[in-house]
């Protein structure tokens, strides 16, 4: 007798739909990035292999879109918008960095626009730089809404930079979580590592994101070297 078979209700055992999400990679472009580092990688030659790995990242985690903000204070020569891209076509290779840190001015400007122009279930604005703030001229208060409306959002927020920088923008903008940064020495080489940490972070971060967990914090849990 044959045997037949019955198929599940629609949605049964069908798992978690995958979450839609965007990338934002926003990349000091000032001078110091490109400082001379005596036959190694700088700073900047380590941060634009490690946006670029992150692309290909992208893509196979098949992220919606991928935008990324270069920034320094000689915007015209040296600004590089990419915004919200398809990761399957889309290629990062900026000029050479110039001129200081802007950093609160590009933070406002493209968190305000995230906020305006981004529908994804999970945006993640992730932040490289090795200075602070110094000629940005951005509105603290406005940029604290801003980051507030990421966090009731639950859209995460990351930091690489400087340990200085770092305890800077903590204290600044306390809204941010520390478990949301990591600190790099002032290398290429370090740089260059803290790309191949945040791969493995953003792995999980993906995992995490599909499986509906809460990701507005602890995106560098795993990492114990920092106090």
């Known amino acids: 007798m044959a045997r037949t078979f019955e198929s599940p209700p629609v949605g049964q055992n069908a798992g978690p739909i995958p979450k839609s999400i965007a990338s934002i990679q926003m990349v000091d472009g000032s001078s110091s990035m490109g400082i001379y580092n005596m036959g190694r990688p700088t700073k900047w030659e380590s941060s634009v292999r490690g946006v670029q790995k992150h692309v290909t990242q992208a893509r ?7 935008s990324t903000v270069v ?4 915007s015209h ?4 918008i990419n915004w919200n891209k398809d990761p399957k076509t889309f290629i990062f290779n900026p000029i050479f960095p110039r001129g200081n840190t802007p950093l609160y001015r590009y933070m406002e400007t493209y968190m305000k626009k995230a906020l305006k122009d981004f529908k994804e279930d999970q945006v993640l604005f992730s932040i490289y730089t090795d200075g602070e703030d110094n000629k940005g001229f951005g509105n603290r208060d406005t940029l604290d809404s801003y980051i507030r409306q990421f966090v009731e959002r639950k859209w995460t927020i990351t930091f690489i930079g400087l340990k200085k920088d770092v305890q800077n923008i903590l204290k600044v903008f306390p809204m941010l979580d520390k478990s949301n940064t990591l600190e790099v020495e002032n290398t290429g080489e370090s740089y260059e590592q803290a790309f191949e940490t945040y791969a493995v972070n ?6 995490s994101v599909n499986a509906g967990e809460d990701v507005t914090t602890g995106f560098f849990k795993s990492i114990q070297n920092q106090d």
């Open 202 to 207: 953003t792995a999980s971060y993906t995992k």
């Open 77 to 80: 020569p040296c600004e590089e």
């Open 60 to 66: 196979d985690l098949n992220f919606k879109s991928i």
């Open 71 to 74: 920034f320094s204070s000689d």
